[in-house]
Each structure stands twice: as C-alpha cells, then as structure tokens.
C-alpha cells in the first residue's frame, strides 16, 4: 500500500481513530490531537509501517495505543518538573464551554464518563474497542496486545464493574436496572 | 434476555458518546498537515546530528590512529636510547689496534681479502672480550680485597690491657710452682 492509499484509507478512520486516542488519553482532548498527530509522523516517517499483517484498524489502533502510553510516560517525566508552572498556567486560563462539554455535563453521560474512567484501563480498553469501535474480541486483543481469552475476561469484568457503578449512582438508567434484577427495591 | 438488553444500553451510551466525539474531533487535513510539517522539521536536525556524528566518529578514528603510530614511534626511540646507553657503558667499546704488518705479503685477491677481513674482526672482537672479562675480573679482585681489608672503626674500643690475664686459665697440667707463682697472695 503506497502513502496516497493510505492517507486515503487513514481519512476514512480519522474519526474513529480520534474517539480510540480520546480514550487512551483519559479523554484530554488535547493530548489525544497530539498523539493522533504523532501517529501520523511516525507513518511519514515510516516508523510505524503497515506491512498488511493484519488488519489497517487494528494496526493503526495498536499504534495510537503505543504512542499513548509513550506520551503518557513521557508527560510524566516533564510534569515532574513542570508542576508548578502549569498550576499557575492553569489558573490564568479563561474557562469557555463548548457544545461538547454542554453534553458532557449532561448527567447520564457525566455518569456514564466518571462509571468508564473508575474502571482499570484494560478493561475500559475491551469495552471502548467493541462497543465504540465496532470491532470484535479477535481484533480487540489484537489492538491490546492480548490473548483472545485474555481480552474477553477483560471485557465480561468491565461490563460486570460498568454496571455496578452504573447501579450506584440514582441515574434513571441505574434504576431501571436495579428494578430488574431485584424488583423489591426499587 | 436480560444480558442483551444490558448491552443494548451500553451500546447506545457508547453511541451516543462517538457521535459527541466525531463532532468535535479535528479535520484529518489539519492533523497530516501539522504532522507532515513536523516530519520536515525534525528531518533537518537528524540530518545535522548525522553529518555531526560523523565527523565526531573522523576525528575520534584521527586520534587514536595517531596516538597509535606516537606509541609506536615512541616506543623504537626509547629501544635505541637503551642500546646506545648500553653501548657506550661497555669497556669493550673502546677501540683496539690490531696492527699488522702486511708490508711483505704478496698483493691478495678480492675473497682471500674478505676472508682476512672477516679474520681481523673476528680477532678485534676476541680481543675486546678478553678485554672485558679482564676488566670484570679486576673489578672483583679490587672489591674483594678491599672487603677483606675492612676492619671495623670500634675494634680497638673493645681491646683492654687486662685482656691476657682474662683470657688465659690454668691448664691441669702445669706445674704446681707455677700454680704457686699463679697465686701469689696465698700463705705458704
């Protein structure tokens, strides 16, 4: 596959590719652009090759996971030293709401976000790659790097924890819930 | 029944969550745009590290190829210095004459001269070994004799003139009037 092919078919994922980055960087939007973009260097620079191996989703998801965790690491090490200064940039900066966060104030989905973060990363990983993505537990374990058995233990754990945090808060989804599985309480 | 209306849910809260995302995500454009200026800025200083790098690797391969031929050089220096210090401390440095008297032989052909030649040295270099061991074996007598010369400085503190009466006994033998003349004190 040449570089115009690809850049046509890397279009076409953009916008799953940026929902997948959003949620390897903890939904810091910022962050995620940034290593969208990496990611984009690193095929230009033919760091990250797509040798057909297997699937282009699943390779190129596996590399914005990488990269995630670089940059994560790497924003460790300088937020060691930059602490201070960003504290004090932060303070200074204007606050906007924009329609995104509007909706995300939204309270079944700030639920649904505070329900998705509290649950380790593995699992939220197996969760956003079939439900978000589309993809199936082959290719999820694939993306992380996993056994298929692995993946689906992931996956069957986070739906269980999912709907248990999701049963503790008072959300009418929450409560719908609870009513079927225990009819008396509610 | 229950499990997939329970992902049923999930789904469309994932849904709803992709469609809030894929409004705000950026343009495919503006991010290859960005990364593609960033890969030809970050091509520059690779470019300048390796043209660096190699100069670094030239001038560290220069230096030790000098350092090498230095040590080397440095090192037949200090052999010659060793064998000319050595040369002139030898006696048998010191040339000897072999004066012979070649007046009434006959004119001699070019090997018989060779042959006398190799003869003369092997002659001189006789004579300068001879003359070495004599000038060792001098040495050695030298040193040997002025070694059993040596007398001690506090020889003579040590000596008393009582010295005779201390050291001689009587002997069983003697005669009794000697042993009287020995004790002159006692009453006869």
Known sequence: MD????????EKLHSASFGWALSCCGRDRGEAEEVLQTVYLKILEGKAR???EANLKTWLFAVIRNTAISEHRRSLLRGLRLTADR??????????????EGFERSETQAQFQNALKSLPARQREALHLVFYEDLSLREAA?????????????YERGKKRLRETLGQTDIAYGISWRAKENPGAV | MELVGEQKRIQALFSELRLADEQTAPRF????NRAQAASSQTW??????NLSFVAATALLICALVSLALWSKYSQQNARQAIVVVTGNATPATVPVEVVKDTAGDPPLSEGSRDRAASRSRAKRLAARRRELMLAINLKAAREAKA???WQSPTTALLKSQNDELLKSLPQL????DDLKSFLTNTPK
């Not at chain 1, 570089?3 to 890397?10: M, R, S």
């Not at chain 1, 504290?87 to 995104?100: F, L, N, R």
């Not at chain 2, 520059?44 to 590290?49: D, T, V, W």
């Not at chain 2, 033998?173 to 009794?176: F, K, L, M, P, Y």
């Open chain 1, 3 to 10: 570089n115009a092919e690809l850049k046509v078919e890397l």
């Open chain 1, 50 to 52: 797509f040798r057909g």
């Open chain 1, 87 to 100: 504290e004090a940039a932060i303070e200074q900066i204007p606050v906007y709401e924009t329609p995104t």
């Open chain 2, 29 to 32: 454009a503006a991010v290859w």
């Open chain 2, 173 to 176: 033998n003697e005669s009794a």
């Open chain 2, 147 to 149: 070694i059993s010369n």
């Open chain 2, 44 to 49: 520059r200083p690779a470019r300048a590290l």
């Open chain 1, 142 to 154: 694939e993306v992380m790097r996993v056994s298929i058995g692995s993946a689906r233990q992931h």
